[in-house]
């Protein structure tokens, strides 16, 4: 069992940033996969980006790539999205997600993950 605790939401005005965080504690394998989701008022969950355990290995929704940008550090087990240039759409709660994959395979659709974080709220004021 993987736990997931997100920290760092909050308001910020258009054009700024945030740095979210998503601790990870539990039984954790070296083939699992980090994840950041959002999720806005009346719409799906939306993938973000993704991250291996070894943290040498990342990807990114098309519309995420050039300002958010994902990192680990493996000495403190928590996982971090940076992210810069904040604009009013991008409010929404965002989740930090963990599942293991097999052969290398990356996942970034919401059902392949099975451990979820409880969310943090991100407002981005115009």
């Known amino acids: 069992q993987v736990q997931l605790v997100e920290s760092g939401g909050g308001l910020v005005q258009a054009g700024g940033s945030l740095r979210l965080s998503c601790a990870v504690s539990g039984r954790i394998f070296n083939n699992y996969v980090m994840a950041w989701f959002r999720q806005a008022p009346g719409k799906e969950r939306e993938f973000v980006t993704a991250?291996?355990?070894?943290?040498?290995?990342?990807y990114y929704a098309d519309s995420m790539k050039g300002r958010f940008t994902i990192s680990k550090d493996n000495a403190k087990n928590t996982v971090y999205l940076q992210m810069n240039s904040l604009k009013p759409e991008d409010t929404a709660v965002y989740y930090c997600a963990a599942e293991q994959t097999y052969g290398g395979k990356f996942l970034r659709r919401a059902g392949d993950f099975g451990s979820w974080g409880q969310g943090t709220q991100v407002t981005v004021s115009s």
């Open positions: 991250i291996n355990w070894s943290g040498v290995m990342t």
